[in-house]
T-cell receptor, first 113, second 111 residues
Framework: SQTIHQWPATLVQPVGSPLSLECTVE??????LYWYRQAAGRGLQLLFY??????ISSEVPQNLSASRPQDRQFILSSKKLLLSDSGFYLC????????????FGPGTRLTVL | SQQGEEDPQALSIQEGENATMNCSYK?????LQWYRQNSGRGLVHLIL?????REKHSGRLRVTLDTSKKSSSLLITASRAADTASYFC???????????FGTGTQLKVEL
């Protein structure tokens, strides 16, 4: 069966520090991968998606970047965190793009102080 | 406003009662999905209903879709305290990879 992992589960970082969140998927090949951010009490905002290694699409201009160095690894990064980067970050995968069910990881709670 | 908007924003019921949540959307869709999120956790897929379907069941869940009104409803029958969570509808927009979520309905089921 397929599983998706995210780490760390929680993170507290000072403003201006770098960020690296990792997501890995097991049990499937060539998944579509997604990064979302969820503000408190709100819906999800799609940040990035990837249909293959090295292929990243950005949905909104921001202080973050994403990379996919391996087929089942998706990394969310920042060189300098802002207060507004605080939130709940969720990684997800799907088999197909555009119509398919997405499967979510447990999320990372990021607090920027 | 967002592609998917849930109504009501919050719902509190007693265990054993039915809970109904509604979702409205704006553009044409291939399918509409419902997800559940327990507090501080990831989302869990509940059910997917295709644009050519009008009703779908899964256990205690019943989803309806009215494409003429661009709306969907999620009914949870005989609710349990464990159903306490936020529920989101989601649709793919513009034929792309973007799954757009509404702001969700927070359901609280009290004993």
């Amino acid at each position: 069966s397929q599983t998706i992992h995210q780490w760390p589960a929680t993170l507290v970082q000072p403003v201006g520090s770098p960020l690296s969140l990792e997501c890995t998927v097991e049990g499937t090949s060539n998944p579509n991968l997604y990064w979302y951010r969820q503000a408190a009490g709100r819906g999800l905002q799609l940040l990035f998606y990837s249909v293959g290694i090295g292929q990243i699409s950005s949905e909104v201009p921001q202080n973050l970047s994403a990379s996919r160095p391996q087929d089942r690894q998706f990394i969310l990064s920042s060189k300098k965190l802002l207060l507004s980067d605080s939130g709940f970050y969720l990684c997800a995968w799907s088999v197909l793009a555009g119509t398919d069910t997405q499967y979510f990881g447990p999320g990372t709670r990021l607090t920027v102080l | 406003s967002q592609q998917g908007e849930e109504d009501p924003q919050a719902l509190s019921i007693q265990e054993g009662e039915n809970a109904t949540m509604n979702c409205s959307y704006k553009t044409s869709i291939n399918n509409l999905q419902w997800y559940r999120q327990n507090s501080g956790r990831g989302l869990v897929h509940l059910i997917l209903i295709r644009s050519n379907e009008r009703e779908k069941h899964s256990g205690r869940l019943r989803v309806t879709l009215d494409t003429s009104k661009k709306s969907s409803s999620l009914l949870i029958t005989a609710s349990r305290a464990a159903d306490t969570a936020s529920y989101f509808c989601a649709t793919y927009t513009g034929g792309g990879n973007k799954l757009t979520f509404g702001t969700g309905t927070q359901l609280k089921v009290e004993l």
